[in-house]
C-alpha cells in the first residue's frame, strides 16, 4: 500500500490546517494508521495514531489538545486536523501504517509528505 499526503502550506502562528493523506492498495480500516512529521536537520516523529477500528487514538505530547486524527473509510483517506500552530510545527507530514505503541512505520515507502511551515 501507499499513502499520499497533502494540505499543507504556510499559516501564521495561531492558525490551522487540515491535512489529508490518501490510501491506495490497501484497505484504511485493515491498519492501525499514523501520522509522522520531520523538521529540517531532525529524525521524522511520531505525531498522532488511530487504531485500525477507530476507537483508539493517541498523540504525541506536543500534538495533543491541538492536533485531532480522523478517517473516511469510505475514501479511504486520514486527516489531520491541526489548530494552534507554533513555528516548532514546522515539518514535514507523512501518513503511514503504524506498528502501536512502537509507533515504527510499516508500508514499505513513504509518500512525498506534505510541508507545513508556521510563520511567527
Known amino acids: 500500500a501507499h499513502a499520499v499526503e497533502s494540505g499543507g502550506g504556510l499559516v501564521q502562528a495561531g492558525g490551522s490546517l487540515r491535512l489529508s493523506c490518501a490510501i491506495s492498495?490497501?484497505?484504511?480500516?485493515?491498519?492501525?494508521m499514523g501520522w509522522f512529521r520531520q523538521s529540517p536537520g531532525s529524525e521524522r516523529e511520531f505525531v498522532a495514531a488511530?487504531?485500525?477500528?477507530?476507537?483508539?487514538?493517541d498523540y504525541s505530547d506536543s500534538a495533543r489538545d491541538r492536533f485531532f486524527i480522523s478517517r473516511d473509510i469510505t475514501k479511504n483517506s486520514l486527516y489531520l486536523q491541526m489548530y494552534g500552530l507554533e513555528p516548532e510545527d514546522t515539518a514535514v507530514y507523512h501518513c503511514n501504517r503504524v506498528r502501536w505503541g512502537a509507533w515504527e512505520a510499516l508500508f514499505d515507502s513513504w509518500g512525498p509528505g506534505t510541508p507545513v511551515t508556521v510563520s511567527s
Open positions: 488511530i487504531s485500525w477500528s477507530g476507537n483508539i487514538i
Open positions: 492498495g490497501g484497505a484504511i480500516g485493515d491498519y492501525d
